[in-house]
């Protein structure tokens, strides 16, 4: 079996490194994806999808170097499961309410942001390219 997902949306914020125990870099951010569309009544209806994204080793290095919140970027990668139920995270926010959360495990990271835009210093960028599956630890 094989999946991909690919999202390119604007860094909802700058992005946050760790090392796990065993010296890993994993570098998370979040991306925000719109989708708009008009409904019935043919009122243009605009909705943001957040997605979080976790880049490991130096695919995770570099993205936390380079990115910072509002750079347009692309994102090649996989979804990231619930491991107990295969499906989305499910959760209840802090009014009550039920969420579910989207995670994407990055495979490739493209700069999108021209130089100068959102505080980018590059040109398109590619990342990601080359690296090992021996490098990320699931």
């Known amino acids: ?21 065993g010296g890993q870099a994993v570098t998370s951010f979040s991306v925000a994806v719109d989708n708009s569309y008009t409904n019935n009544t043919g009122e243009r209806v605009r909705r943001t999808i957040w997605i979080r994204v976790s880049a490991w080793g130096k695919l995770g290095e570099i993205c936390n170097n380079y990115l910072q919140k509002g750079r347009k970027v692309l994102v090649e990668g996989t979804l990231v499961a619930d491991p107990n139920t295969g499906n ?48 990320i630890p699931f």
């Open 1 to 21: 079996m094989y999946h991909k997902i690919i999202l390119a949306g604007n860094l909802g914020r700058d992005p946050e490194m760790r090392y796990t125990p």
């Open 88 to 135: 989305p995270r499910v959760f209840t926010r802090q009014d009550g309410t039920p969420g579910a959360s989207f995670e994407v495990r990055a495979d490739n990271v493209r700069f999108l942001s021209s130089k100068g835009e959102d505080g980018g210093t590059d040109t398109e960028s590619d990342l990601g390219e080359g690296l090992d599956d021996e490098e």
